[in-house]
């Protein structure tokens, strides 16, 4: 008897453990560099890259300064995941709770410095959670697909801030390149630390206690069992007495608040106006890294540092003839790979045993069929 | 081999070659994955005969036919028709040669028309076919071969016996001279079950050749010519029926002799525990929809359920467990009311509920022990304040474990791991402790092997002597006719009639089943 | 030709793009595949075919390119790992979009300010191009929205006219029946990506070579998720996609249109839209299934992933 090598599903619940997500990430991360050697002519692309990273004070003041939204929207997005849901507006809900915070900042600019900070950041989850709202509710009560509506607010989100930057919020020294509002009370800049000549910022710091903050919560707090049963299957969370509805609303709101958080930090800790700077795809790679994190909401912290990186990296190589926007290739990329991954770890692979030799209990097939009808491959 | 369009549909098939046994296997060994469904079964269909496929669940009945039909890609062994060598790669080589099946679950599309159905697959690619055009000849054929169905109809709106039919017409009209019937029975009334068999007889005198799969005894001997036993995926016996009777049969199949229906008598007789008045759900045309159903469970009985499925069975049980709030009527359990609360409340009561799909009682994100107490996360030692207490989690989940006699499982793997007996153990130990007053099971043994099913069978029985009160809905009337106290027939969304031990009688039961009887 | 025939005949031109990544959506979606991120192989049409066009002077041949180049990145991007390796169809779409954008961005650099040696012309449609009104509005369009008319027809007519449409319908309603009943599911899955991909590549095509004719970085702005959103709009039925298009076209050029015209509303208020009008259209509909029939249009199996041989 030949012994014939075959798939079998385990764990249609399975995402890929660390050791496949990191040898993913350099997969993705080797294919991404070949590509940018093969874009660009001009030589010592390698060296620039390093030279906006890790080779300078400045490109690592640079990384943490792109982590801080970075990790955010990665928590936006992933307690969507918890949900569920998928999030793929956070660069609206930014925009909206920057947006909220300008207006509290321009109509209470006279508040003292940490005062107007915490009312601007309230305003900030709010406009975000609002901005969430509609494709909560549609998601909920009327199983509207939350992708194309969170996706179609990031438009309008974009044109509401080219209205209000153009129009009632008009700068008079417009900034190069980018649409802006005049800046908002000096008082309200976050803190930035030294660390030698590398400077890092509060908001990193408010970045990476909102995410333990999270963590801890989803763990030791029954709300984050309920979510997560919620998270599945709409007849086991009401076998479980959970209303999906319900969490899928919560969830969704409190995914675009912290959205809205993000567009908040960021703006305090570095860019001080209502202006499209505040973001550059930060939702979209805030995607890659809720996926790579996966369960981890603590993995979200190293993923969104190194999503700095390659942002960081991108971003030296603007001269030598790389797009900006090549960053959500190798955002592509790592999706990609990071689902392949997750696949693979739902699978075994079988090593087929000679007739006979299977015991009673193995005659069952697994208690679950996913979404996917799955079943031994012939 | 000729096309399907070539030969007439509906004709007579001319037999083939004489003597030649119309499909001939040998050696099929179908593995999946490290567990073997077929071990090196051969397997022999003469011309025009009905010829039956026995064997418990799992014993490999419909892998041996999926593989004859294209379904499913054999590992090792030959397959010749008529005489000839076949490679029978896909559904459409079995159908070139003239192999038809009828699938337990039809394997008909529900969003399409009776019509569409039966032209599935039909014909070639770009041939411009017409709405009225194929109900025309849907209509024609449905007249031919005497089965009386609107070619116009929606599938998802056709009741049981209607999809069978639809089912069996579309493997005559691709000319099958082999037709193989999986489980046909299962989901019949004994008197529907009748009708179908004298369809079969029509298609034998007209000179095809019928596969009967079956683990039902007495209807096998009924109708087939011969009788194959399968067991554990290999080939115990072929005979014909002149030398089976029900007990060698059954003993074949088993590898044992089956235990008798014995008299029980009442142990304890408890408190109404589970009472249902006047219950009404949903929008009252639907067949399953529950019409003025009262209902109690004692304590200490087993109260079981009977009925072809479909006939509200599932929408009692749901009701009674708080997933669906009715439209009319009251709940109580014990002396609380919990009309229209939420499955949580009725978790909180007392209730458990092992629930007629596996996989809606585990959350297959979630780990074995967050899975285990899924019913108590609301009391201490697991709940203090909004908290989780993890550190409660753990022996509470190896506790339920060790009785369900799972104890080598890891509790931190995730349930989307365990296998079906694996999972229904827990989901059954969880809802035992959780439903200290009632718990109600639906088909908690469908699809376990027989060990595993004695075991279910021990916990409902355990929990019946603990004085709980058991609501138990199956299909299989051995089961019910085994365990229960008193069984329920349900027919239309009401309770036909209820039976108290003494008085169960299988024919009786059938008719009720069927709407008749009484 | 007035201004409001103008701007109709702008909507009308605006609307072809839509017309045909919808088309390729509607193909995916029919044999139960749902693919998120039309905008990726849009936009890889549409600078691969600007790229094609500037190089060879050919606009032809820079749709021909297009066409093929979107069919391999789809089949490669989406079909790969969803029909072979089974991964995430949701997963995949936001790779192929990404992947996409990204790409086209980077091929697409020095494209940029490099404008296209020719441009299409009109073709007027005899006599009812005469027409008045409807004329000047539907019948004196370049050929590519006339095609991709014609190519929407065809697919409507395939879908419910022929057998084979049958068997597209039901690898979407319920893959396993299908297979049972001989359809090589997985073989059309496969078929139909890389034709769905090579309409989407058109579309792309189409913007940047007839309607804009310029590339730019993301030059799409979010047309992939209307074409998406169009699909569940026309009830899943090729007929509907084609006034639906129509009606989105015309919320796309109410920006530019006012612009122009001098309307008080700002441009950027204007051309919030069509991505309002889309999530609210989409939201209506919905509602309007679910109360009607408690269920939505969309194909039974959409999404699912079939995969040969279950017991």
Not at chain 1, 267 to 283: C, F, I, K, M, P
Not at chain 3, 93 to 120: C, D, H, K, M, T
Request: proline letters at 4%; a positive charge; glycine letters at 12%.
């Amino acid at each position: 008897m030949t012994r014939r090598v075959s798939l079998r599903m385990h764990d249609p619940a399975a995402t890929a453990p660390l050791w496949m997500r990191i040898v993913t990430i350099a997969l993705g991360l080797a294919v991404s560099a070949i590509v940018v050697g093969l874009s660009s002519s001009s030589p010592g692309i390698y060296s620039s890259m390093w030279a906006a990273t890790f080779g300078s004070s400045l490109g690592l003041t640079q990384v943490g300064q792109l982590a801080t939204p970075l990790i955010l929207a990665g928590l936006a997005v992933a307690i969507g995941r918890r949900v569920g849901l998928w999030n793929v507006g956070v660069d609206g809900q930014l925009l909206m709770g920057a947006w909220a915070a300008t207006f509290v900042a321009f109509h209470a600019g006279g508040l003292p410095g940490p005062l107007l900070v915490v009312l601007m950041m309230f305003a900030g989850l709010l406009g975000g959670a609002v901005w969430a709202l509609l494709p909560a509710l549609t998601r909920a009560y009327l199983s509207v697909n939350e992708v194309i509506t969170t996706l179609m607010l990031n438009f309008v989100a974009a044109l509401w801030l080219s209205y209000w930057t153009t129009g009632p919020w008009a700068a008079n020294g417009a900034q190069l390149g980018s649409l802006s509002t005049r800046q908002v009370p000096a008082g309200t800049y976050l803190h930035q630390f030294s660390v030698g000549s590398v400077t890092i910022g509060l908001g990193l710091v408010i970045a990476v206690v909102a995410v333990v903050v999270a963590a801890i919560a989803l763990r030791w707090l029954r709300l984050g069992y309920y979510a997560t049963l919620a998270s599945g299957e709409e007849a086991t969370a009401r076998y479980a007495g959970v209303s999906q509805r319900g969490a899928q609303l919560w969830g969704f709101l409190v995914s675009g608040a912290i959205g809205g958080f993000a567009g908040v930090v960021v703006e305090l800790d570095q860019v001080h106006r209502y202006s499209s700077a505040l973001t550059s795809n930060t939702g979209y790679i805030g995607l890659i890294i809720a996926v790579l994190a996966a369960t981890s909401l603590l993995g979200l912290v190293p993923v969104g540092v190194l999503m700095a990186v390659v942002v960081a990296a991108g971003n030296g190589l603007r001269i030598a003839g790389i797009s900006s926007d090549l960053v959500l290739f190798v955002t592509g990329v790592l999706l990609l790979f990071a689902g392949a991954a997750d696949v693979a770890a739902r699978y075994r692979l079988r090593v087929g045993a000679p007739p006979g030799a299977a015991p009673v209990d193995a005659v069952e097939p697994p208690a679950t069929a996913s979404p996917v009808m799955e079943v031994p491959p012939s | 081999m000729s096309n399907p369009e070539h030969h007439p549909a509906g004709a007579a098939p001319t037999p083939l070659g004489g003597s030649e046994p119309a499909l001939e296997m040998r050696g099929i060994v179908k593995r999946f994955g490290d567990y073997t469904a077929l071990d090196r079964v051969d397997f022999e269909l003469a011309q025009g005969e009905v010829h039956a496929l026995l064997g418990e669940n799992g014993a490999g009945k419909t892998t041996l036919m999926n593989v004859a039909t294209g379904i499913i890609d054999a590992d090792a062994g030959t397959i010749a028709v008529g005489g000839r060598e076949a490679r029978i790669r896909s559904p459409r080589d079995a159908t070139r040669l003239g192999i038809g099946m009828v699938h337990q679950h039809f394997r008909l599309v529900r969003n399409f028309t009776v019509a569409e159905n039966v032209h599935l697959g039909l014909g070639g690619v770009g041939r411009l076919v017409s709405r009225r055009e194929l109900e025309r000849r849907t209509a024609e054929w449905s007249e031919r071969f005497g089965f009386d169905v609107d070619p116009s109809a929606r599938v998802a709106e056709l009741s049981v016996g209607q999809l069978q039919r639809v089912a069996i017409m579309r493997a005559l009209v691709r000319g099958a001279n082999i037709l193989v019937l999986d489980e046909p029975t299962a989901v019949l009334t004994p008197q529907a079950a009748s009708q179908l068999f004298s369809i079969i007889r029509g298609m034998v005198a007209e000179g095809r050749t019928v596969v009967f799969i079956s683990h039902k005894l007495d209807e096998v001997i009924e109708i087939a010519d011969r009788i194959s036993v399968l067991r554990g995926g290999a080939r115990i016996a072929t005979l014909p029926k002149e030398e089976c009777t029900t007990v060698s049969l059954a003993r074949l199949m088993v590898g044992h002799e089956m235990k008798e229906v014995r008299p029980r008598p009442r142990e304890h007789q408890g408190d109404p525990l589970l009472v249902a008045q006047g219950l009404r759900t949903g929008e009252a045309d639907r067949r399953g929809a529950l019409k003025d159903v009262d209902v109690a469970v004692l304590g200490g009985e087993i109260l079981g359920v009977a009925g072809v499925s479909g006939n509200g069975q599932a929408e009692l049980a749901q009701v009674l467990t708080g997933m669906l709030k009715p439209a009319a009527g009251t709940v109580r359990v014990g002396d609380r009311e919990l009309g229209g609360a939420g499955a949580r409340a009725f978790g909180k009561a007392g209730v458990g509920h092992v629930p007629e799909d596996l996989r809606i009682g585990l959350s297959l994100e979630q780990t074995i022990e967050m899975n285990a107490v899924m019913k108590v996360v609301e009391q201490p030692p697991v709940r203090r304040g909004p908290f989780l207490v993890r550190s409660a989690i753990r022996p509470y989940a190896r506790e339920l474990l060790e009785r369900g006699g799972l104890a080598a499982l890891e509790v931190t793997r995730r349930a989307g791991t365990l296998s079906g007996g694996q999972a229904q153990r827990l989901v059954i130990q969880r809802e035992l402790r959780a439903g200290n007053r009632a718990l109600v099971a639906v088909h908690p043994s469908r699809g376990l092997d027989v060990a595993a099913t004695q075991a279910v069978h021990e916990a409902l029985l355990d929990a019946r002597s603990h004085g709980a009160g058991v609501l138990l809905v199956s299909e299989d009337l051995d089961e019910l006719f085994e365990l229960s106290d008193r069984i329920a027939v349900m027919y239309e969304g009401r309770i036909a009639a209820t039976l108290e031990r003494a008085a169960f009688d299988r024919e009786q039961v059938g008719l009720l089943m069927g709407g008749g009887g009484r | 030709m007035n201004a409001t025939e103008a701007a109709l005949a702008l909507a009308v031109l605006s609307a072809a793009p839509l017309l045909y990544a919808a088309l390729g959506e509607l193909l995916h979606e029919k044999l139960g595949m749902f693919n998120a991120g039309i905008e990726g192989v849009m936009l890889m049409g549409g600078v691969i075919g600007y790229m094609v066009a500037v190089d060879s002077a050919n606009i032809l041949l820079g749709f021909a390119v297009a066409a093929i180049a979107a069919a391999a990145f789809n089949l490669l991007v989406y079909a790969f790992p969803v029909l072979v390796m089974r991964s995430s169809q949701i997963l995949v779409s936001f790779a192929l979009w990404f992947i996409g954008a990204g790409l086209s961005a980077q091929l697409g650099l020095n494209y940029v300010s490099r404008p296209l040696p020719e441009s299409i012309g009109n073709t007027s449609i005899p006599l009812l191009s005469r027409l008045p009104f409807l004329g000047n509005i539907f019948f004196r369009q370049p050929w590519p929205v006339y095609v991709a008319v014609a190519l929407t027809l065809v697919v409507a007519f395939v879908l419910k006219r022929t057998s084979h449409g049958l068997s597209m319908r039901a690898i979407g309603e319920d893959p396993a029946s299908a297979h049972a009943s001989g359809i090589p599911v997985r073989a059309w899955q496969t078929f139909y990506t890389g034709i769905g991909g090579a309409l989407m590549g058109i579309g792309g095509a189409t913007l940047t070579l007839v309607v804009t004719g310029t590339w730019t970085s993301q030059i799409t702005a979010g047309r992939g998720f209307v074409a998406f959103a169009l699909v569940i709009f026309a009830g899943w039925r090729a007929s509907g996609l084609i006034w639906g298009s129509f009606l989105f076209g015309l919320l796309l050029v109410l920006g530019p249109v006012g612009q122009a015209h001098g309307w008080s509303i700002p441009s950027s208020i204007l051309g919030m839209a069509p991505y309002i009008f889309t999530v609210a259209v989409l939201t209506f509909r919905t509602w309007l299934e679910l109360r009607r029939s408690g269920r939505t249009l969309a194909p039974a199996a959409l999404g699912l992933v079939f995969v040969r041989g279950q017991r």
